[in-house]
C-alpha cells in the first residue's frame, strides 16, 4: 500500500502565546477527499497551511509522499532545513485560496500558466495549452484574455482552480473556497470541486458547507480548539457524532 500523498504526526503550532494546533494526526491517501470542519478558530486553516509549509509548525512530523520534511533548529526557531524540498512539495500540493488571490495585472491565461512557466520552466506553448483546456474544464474558457477584476467572484475562483490544476499537482489544498460567494456562485465553484472529487483526485478541503463536506468526503475530521475531536466517515460524523462537541456544531450549522 502507498504511503498517503500527506500525512501528519503530532503537529504543534503556536502563533506567540496561542497555542493554535495541540498534536494533530492526519493522513490523506491517494485519490481520497479529506474534509476539516469546525468552527472558526478551531485551527482548520492554519493545519492546511501547515501542509503544505507556508506556515512553520513547532513540533511535529510532516510527509510528503512517506518523505519526511527536514527541519533545522526547535520550538519557535524550528524552519524547514531544505529550501528545494519545500518548493517541491509546495509544487505538488497546490493551494486553493478562500480569496483567490489571482495576480490583478495579469489576464486570466496568464495567472493559470505563470507557475508551470516561471517555477517548473515547462514550455510556453505546452502550458498554454493545457492552461486553455483546464479553464474549458472549469466553464470559464471564454475569459481567457479577461482581467480578474472584471469577472464574479465564483469565475475567479473557478479561474484559481485552473491554475493550481495546471502544476499537474499530486494533491490540492481547499481553504474554504466558497466561503466569500453568495449562494449562486458558490454552486459554480461546488459543481467544478464535485468534478475533481469524482475524478480521484486527492484533496483536503477546509469548509464551512457541511452538505460539500457529507457528499464528496471520503473520511471527515472535526477540529475543536486545535485538537481533533472526532473524525470518520461522513455518514458516521454527520449521521451519528458521538461527541457533544460535535452535536453542538452540527446543531449549529443546520438549516
Request: with cysteine; glycine share 8%.
Amino acid at each position: 500500500m502507498s504511503a498517503p500523498v500527506i500525512e501528519i504526526r503530532d503537529l504543534h503550532k503556536s502563533f506567540g502565546p496561542l497555542e493554535v494546533l495541540k498534536g494533530v494526526d492526519l493522513a490523506a491517501p491517494r485519490g481520497r477527499v479529506v474534509a476539516l470542519i469546525g468552527s472558526s478558530g478551531s485551527g482548520k486553516s492554519t493545519l492546511l497551511r501547515c501542509c503544505n509549509l507556508l506556515e512553520d509548525s513547532q513540533q511535529g512530523e510532516i510527509r510528503f509522499e512517506g518523505e519526511a520534511v527536514r527541519w533545522r533548529g526547535a520550538g519557535a526557531g524550528r524552519h524547514p532545513a531544505d529550501r528545494a524540498q519545500v518548493i517541491r512539495i509546495r509544487t505538488n500540493l497546490a493551494m486553493v485560496f478562500q480569496s483567490f488571490n489571482l495576480w490583478a495585472h495579469m489576464t486570466v491565461l496568464q495567472n493559470v500558466m505563470e507557475a508551470p512557466v516561471t517555477v517548473l520552466r515547462q514550455p510556453r506553448a505546452e502550458v498554454e495549452a493545457r492552461a486553455r483546456a483546464l479553464l474549458a474544464k472549469v466553464g470559464i474558457a471564454d475569459k481567457a484574455d479577461a482581467w480578474p477584476a472584471t469577472l464574479s467572484g465564483g469565475q475567479q475562483q473557478r479561474a484559481a482552480i485552473a491554475r493550481a490544476l495546471c502544476m499537474e499537482p499530486k494533491a490540492l489544498l481547499f481553504d474554504e473556497p466558497t466561503s466569500a460567494l453568495d449562494p449562486e456562485l458558490e454552486q459554480e465553484v461546488v459543481r467544478v470541486i464535485r468534478a475533481l472529487a469524482e475524478e480521484g483526485r486527492t484533496m483536503l478541503l477546509v469548509t464551512h458547507d457541511m452538505k460539500l463536506a457529507a457528499d464528496l468526503a471520503d473520511h471527515v475530521v472535526f477540529l475543536h480548539q486545535g485538537r481533533i475531536e472526532e473524525e470518520g466517515p461522513p455518514a458516521a460524523v454527520f449521521g451519528s457524532p458521538r461527541s457533544e462537541r460535535l452535536r453542538q456544531f452540527l446543531s449549529a450549522t443546520a438549516g
